[in-house]
């Protein structure tokens, strides 16, 4: 539902990454005549700005507003989205130069600090707000009784009273959420930390062209939150879609599995893998209709190497059975978590089945509770009940 460049969604950019992928400095002073310029340039993009405010419409200048550009958050429910460039905002100035400054006059920072490691750009603690990364005991799934589970969960979600959206109306989801963070020590070994579990809340038109995000949590994000505005509209895929393009889309599982292998063919690692994802991210973020949900379910259990698991948490805290499917090509296992008795959908939570890429087996990489889906009037209004969201600007 999030419109962000596809990546590996449980690995966020942190600040020591950045500084560890960054090319050391080769020296880290700078002279004064260049930190002056560099200061000038950031004094004279400020004053252009409070002197003009109109948006560059330059064709050969394009700056990324998409909300993970803004965020640097994990794609929770975030499918890519495919765009021409954007004109740039004048706004985008004053952050470049600004990054400029900090650039050069921070990096060297970052190496050469008193409690750095000699100049290898490595951080000697992990980025604020991280925690060690739980470890669990990986419990083996089977396709013994995921048939059964399959057809409660299914029939659970066709009978489904869910909100509809009435014109001029927006799609309300809030999650609990938390993911890995990749930092290394100064002794260059890995470190399994993630964020702390935090709030996430969406707010999306039924059309998918005006929304809004808020999470906090993340430093690139206002309190206030970003916009998912989309004023180009365009077409709606199922990497990119909305609540009326899901209304178009067949019921029927064996439709829904093909167009799905169909349309994502190529991307990710492997057709399965892809699939199976695929269908995770129209769950996550979005307010599916009860006959698709259905149909997505039954889809899903056709994939092969999926299974179920007789236990897993939600960033909640919430216990349940899983339909669960592991990653041949790193090891993390993918759980969807539904309630044992009612079998609606809790969450998500991703599990490292074997050592790989310096994560231990056991290592939870990423969580997510969904606790509230409701359709409200207006972006960062909320449901009766969780209080309001800050006035929009």
Known sequence: MIRTPRRRREEPLDHAELARLLPAPGDPELSSDRLNGLEEHLMTEIGNLTSDTAPDTSPHTASDTSPGASTGAPPVGAPARNRAPRPARRPVLVGVAAALVLAAAGVAGLAGSSGGSGGSGRAVAPPAGAVPAPVVQVVRGS????????????????????????????????????????????????????????????????????????????????????????????????????????????????????????????MGNGPD?????????????????????????????????????????????????????????DGARTEWIFDRETYTYLGERTVQTRDAEGIEAGTVRGRTAVTDRAVVDAVKQRPAGLGDAPPSA
């Open 143 to 266: 396709t013994a009784g995921l048939a059964g589970a399959v057809a409660d969960i299914s029939g659970a979600a066709a009978r489904a009273e869910l909100p509809e959206p009435g014109p001029g109306q927006f799609l309300y989801v809030r999650s609990e959420v938390s993911w890995l963070v990749s930092w290394e020590g100064a002794d260059g070994k890995n470190r399994s930390y993630v964020d702390e579990i935090h709030p996430r809340e969406v707010w999306m038109s039924p059309d998918g062209d005006k929304g809004w995000l808020m999470e906090p949590y993340k430093e690139a994000v206002d309190r206030d939150g970003v916009t998912l505005d989309d004023p180009e509209g365009g077409g709606r895929t199922l990497n990119s879609p909305s609540y009326d393009y899901l209304r178009t889309l067949p019921t029927d599982p064996g439709l829904l599995l093909k167009k799905i292998y169909d349309e994502t063919g190529g």
């Open 273 to 329: 893998q892809q699939a199976f994802s695929t269908i995770g991210d129209l769950l996550r973020e979005q307010v599916v209709p009860p006959k698709l949900a259905a149909g997505l379910y039954r889809a899903a259990a056709r994939i092969p190497g999926v299974v179920l698991v007789d236990d897993s948490v939600d960033a909640a805290g919430r216990h349940g059975l899983a339909i669960a499917r592991t990653d041949e090509a």
